[in-house]
């Protein structure tokens, strides 16, 4: 008798939630040395976010990441309300972040936007920035 699976995908599976404590990225002297955990381990958790370009790399899960490369060569007037809503959406994929507001776009530079935002975590409030360039 061969044995079935049944049994196995009647089973009530619990998704397992990212961790927060982690290996601490010192960006200033690219190292990597000690540990993190709560605020500081969002910041560098929103940061790898923002910098990780979506489906472009095997390791991660489609729903990593952030779709960036597309906006190259598109107006301000679409890019701006465009990183809002992409910026949003690939930050609350991760459960510890609860809604990310207060967008505030500079484009000072030719070429480039500068976007500051506040991430609503878990472990209270993480101001984060971004720049893209289109």
Known sequence: ??????????QDFEMAKQPTHTYKMNLASELVRGYTDDQDAMRQAIHKILNTER??????????????????????????????????????????I???DNFAFDLSQKGEIHVAFT????????????????
């Open 98 to 100: 609860q809604s990310v």
């Open 55 to 96: 489906y472009q790399y095997v390791m991660y899960s489609w729903n990593y990441g952030i779709e960036l490369l597309d906006l190259y060569g598109e107006p301000v007037s679409y890019v701006c309300p465009e990183l809002e809503r992409r910026i949003t959406e690939a930050l609350t994929w991760d459960d510890r």
């Open 119 to 134: 991430a609503h975590t878990v472990f209270g409030d993480v101001d984060a920035e971004k720049v893209v360039n289109f």
């Open 1 to 10: 008798m061969i044995p079935g699976a049944t049994a196995f995908l009647e």
